[in-house]
């Protein structure tokens, strides 16, 4: 807690009888109140402020899903709700691909490699889903992504490292995702509230992924995520 410690003149004058309150403290008992409580406490900004939105249209979503199912088995929409699932043991996005099962959200249109950008949605992950990403950037100077956000027992990791947050089974969470290129930082909300701060994997061509993809290892066989009110701001 930040003290601000006033001469016995300055107190003396605060102290005259309430009858001569004036505009000045007025002034004077927001600034102390300011103090004591410090800014964080005095008001909280949403993640979103100072961006502007992208404008996206149905075209933007491309489903990303194993192979050889048809789309119906791995993904609906119903009531604005998108929801994706996987099992550990399906095939990769394309033929010949080494990568894991997943079936995912592609945001196109929104690709990107200067300027700071914000991802932005509405996340379910139901309990026993584990080993996943729920939502990455993809592209980096090394490696195929500069984030991951991976779910292992209801807790958040960047990849399977950083905590992020914990106690995220069977609710809907607001993500809030924000990228900045040129600082090379990554910033990342829950529910409105900070929870990481770190490094990105240098710039590249760079685009928003949700949904599920499964991790390189300790993926549970069924893996799903329900995804709604997603957005994309950029500054």
């Not at 107190?11 to 403290?25: D, G, H, L, T, V």
């Not at 690709?111 to 990455?136: H, L, N």
């Not at 930082?185 to 990481?196: A, N, S």
């Amino acid at each position: 807690m930040r003290i601000t410690i006033f001469s016995p003149k300055t107190i003396q004058e605060f102290a005259k009888p309430m009858c001569s309150f004036n505009y000045y403290r007025l002034i004077f008992f927001s600034a102390l109140l300011v103090s004591f409580l410090g800014p964080q406490r005095y008001a909280s900004a949403d993640p979103t402020d100072g961006f502007t939105p992208v404008p996206l249209q149905n075209g933007n979503f491309v489903l990303e899903k194993p192979y050889n199912v048809p789309l119906t088995d791995r993904y609906s929409h119903v009531d604005g709700v998108n929801k994706l699932w996987v099992y550990n043991h399906d095939k990769p996005f394309k033929p010949g691909s080494d990568t894991r099962p997943r079936t995912e959200i592609r945001i196109k249109g929104c690709d990107y490699s200067s300027g700071v950008w914000q991802f932005e949605g509405y996340a379910y992950v139901p309990r026993g889903t584990s080993g996943v990403t729920i939502m990455q950037i993809h592209g980096a100077a090394e490696g195929a992504t500069t984030l991951q956000l991976r779910i292992y027992n209801g807790v958040m990791r960047y990849y399977k490292y950083d905590l992020v947050a914990t106690d995220l089974y069977d609710k809907w969470f607001r993500l809030n995702v924000i990228h900045d290129v040129g600082k090379g930082k990554l910033t990342v909300f829950i529910d409105g509230e900070q929870k990481y701060e770190g490094h990105d994997q240098g710039p590249g061509d760079l685009y928003f992924k949700c949904g599920v993809y499964a991790a390189p290892e300790k993926s549970s066989n069924y893996m799903e995520s329900r995804w709604r009110d997603i957005k994309i701001y950029k500054k």
